[in-house]
């Protein structure tokens, strides 16, 4: 079966960095786009940065413009988030997803959420 695993989360100081992991399983990975979205406490899921099947094509939301990297290794079924300078606005749970339509928040499959807290 499919399966999307977050791991890489934890508690950071604002200013400090973090990578994310999402191993993907049950389906043909390098044929898929991927994405992270976050859900923060009270809000609604909101999209952080999308990756075509091939790594070429990159989206980012203009709130981690700069300061998050999305990348893939399709050796590996692997997509990671890089984020830096975080700051307090970054707390969340993060969660990736993967299919077509990931670039409209729209994703085929979801991963369980890892917690990320900045604070200091």
């Known amino acids: 079966q499919v399966q999307l695993v977050e791991s890489g989360g934890g508690l950071v100081q604002p200013g400090g960095s973090l990578r994310l992991s999402c191993l993907a399983s049950g389906f043909s990975f390098g044929a898929r786009s991927m994405a992270w979205y976050r859900q923060a406490p009270g809000k609604e899921r909101e999209f952080v940065a999308a990756i075509g099947n091939f790594g070429i094509a990159l989206r980012h939301a203009d709130s981690v413009r700069g300061r998050f990297t999305i990348s893939r290794d399709n050796r590996k079924n692997t997509v990671y988030l890089q984020m830096n300078n975080l700051n307090l606005e970054d707390t969340a749970v993060y969660y990736c997803?993967?299919?077509?339509?990931?670039?409209?928040?729209?994703?085929?499959?979801w991963g369980q959420g890892t917690q990320v807290t900045v604070s200091s």
């Open positions: 997803g993967a299919g077509s339509k990931v670039w409209s928040g729209n994703p085929d499959y």
